[in-house]
């Protein structure tokens, strides 16, 4: 690997026997990048994701990874049964490490996830948001380069997810993890990334990659100013090209 990315996948294509999900997707993430990809439903997504966490083979191409992942699924559930606490502990749990420096370490992180208080309490005690930010947070507490985040927030109210997207931005902004972001939601995508991968209808395919020029830290009225909307134009045209 050149040492330029932290991330790289190429020409790496999918089919689940006759289904062509992915054809010759490329993308190349660089060290402490944000990076969206954007792409309909049932466009391959979820399965690029699986593909570069190791949980799937591609049919072809390849995937390069400097370090190791972190992923998000896309139903990444709490267990009703256990505390918030002993859920965001549970993947260093699964990786070996023992229980009480688990929790030591996922405790750690409660404040800035905006979930102090809440070690001892059961997943619905919690809102959506903050079920959220726990997923995230047994999810980050991996301490791994790369993260990978399946529509984090696609099963939130608008206002929950404008207020999760904001923060989200703000530990970003903090902790610069090198981020995958998948999602069907353009403002999103340029909300959060500092680039936008557009995919095309399955097979999928990274059909545009653009760069998204607006300072940080981004606030809600971000999404209001004209240079915004020149962004989320670019996005949308370029789909729109694609699906031609
Ligand atoms: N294991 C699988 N076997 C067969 N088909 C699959 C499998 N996983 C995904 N698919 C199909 O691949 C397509 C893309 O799915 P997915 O990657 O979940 O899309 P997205 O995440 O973009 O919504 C869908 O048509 C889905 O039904
Ligand atoms: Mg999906």
Redesign the pocket.
């Given at each position: 690997m050149s040492g330029e990315f932290q991330l790289e996948v190429r020409g790496v294509g999918?089919s689940?026997?006759e289904?062509d999900?992915?054809r010759d997707v490329d993308l190349a993430v660089r060290p402490g990048e944000f990076a969206a990809v954007i792409?309909?439903?049932?466009?391959?997504?979820?399965?690029?994701?699986?593909i570069v966490s190791g949980l799937?083979r591609p049919t072809s191409g390849e995937v390069r990874v400097d370090g190791q992942v972190a992923f998000m699924p896309?139903k990444d559930l709490l267990f009703p049964w256990r505390t918030v606490l002993d859920n965001t502990a549970l993947g260093l749990e699964a990786q070996g490490v023992r229980r009480r420096e688990a929790r030591r370490r996922a405790a750690g992180l409660f404040e800035a996830f905006g979930l102090d208080g809440f070690q001892s309490s059961y997943p619905f005690q919690l809102s959506g948001g903050m079920r959220q930010r726990a997923a995230l947070l047994r999810t980050v507490v991996l301490e791994r380069p790369v993260l990978l985040l399946?529509?984090p927030f696609g099963a939130l109210d608008s206002l929950t997810r404008t207020e999760m997207q904001l923060w989200l931005a703000d530990v970003w902004q903090r902790y610069r993890w090198t981020v995958v972001l998948?999602t069907?939601d353009i403002r999103e995508a340029v909300l959060l990334a500092d680039t936008v991968h557009v995919?095309s209808p399955?097979p999928?395919s990274v059909v545009k990659r653009i760069e998204v020029p607006l300072p940080r830290p981004r606030r809600a009225e971000a999404v209001t100013e004209p240079e915004f909307a020149a962004v989320e134009r670019r996005v949308l045209d370029a789909r729109n090209w694609a699906v031609r």
């Open positions: 999918k689940f026997g289904l999900v992915l792409g309909p439903s049932g466009s391959g997504k979820s399965t690029l994701f699986n799937d896309q399946d529509e998948v069907h995919l399955r999928a």
